[in-house]
């Protein structure tokens, strides 16, 4: 019983210390940190009819997850230019360093849907026609997407061991990501109210949504962390 208990606090420390080396990284940059306030700044800054309906939300909810997910990159960023995780600073297993990625990614996707939430009330401020319970559906499906894409880009932070093959790979990923956001910025007033309603249909039924998110999240994390453990295993010396 006491080895089991010796071997569940070395976990939990070696746990611990990688999330503080994940914590470190975000924070060693004030901009960083900084970069998610640009989300309700330009959400307010951009509403208004000349931008047309909704715009400036469209743009603050983007902002956000792409804001969140460029967070996680960043720590992929800092893994590659110092060894992978420190290499011998950190004598802990391989799975407790992995797992603190996910661990810290799940936080930046709750952070995310609090930000969405914020800049939903802050539309209410400029916007006395908007509707904040009709249009709190895009925090969950932010918070989801956050996710799915911390899920993406964990295993493909470590894939690469130079940094001109992670900035390639992950310049493909902004692209795509800068396209849809494009895309959506430019959707006309009508569509985006047939999503809206779409979304809130779906919404209704919220026991299976629950269900089919929970479901989705845990086999993506589920999946991309047995990849990105096999690979980061390749990693280390």
Known sequence: ???????????????TTALRVDMAYLCVDVRTVLSLLLAPLFSVIFQGEAY????GYRMG???TVFTCTMWVLTMAVADLQNGYR???IIPASRKSQVAARYVVGLVISVLSIAMIVLIDGLQVLV????SFAGNLWAAPLGGFCTALMVA?????GYLWTKLGGLQVTMMVIYVVALAVSILLSILPASVTRGLAHAANAIIAQRLWLVIAVLTTTVVAYGISY????????????
């Open 152 to 156: 993406l880009i964990v295993p493909t």
């Open 61 to 63: 909810v983007i902002m």
């Open 226 to 237: 047995v990849i990105a453990s096999r690979i980061f295993a390749s990693r280390e010396w």
């Open 52 to 55: 047309g309906d909704g715009f």
């Open 86 to 88: 420190l290499r011998g």
């Open 1 to 15: 019983m006491e080895a089991i208990l010796r071997v569940s606090r070395s976990r939990q420390h070696a746990l």
């Open 127 to 130: 916007n006395p026609d908007w």
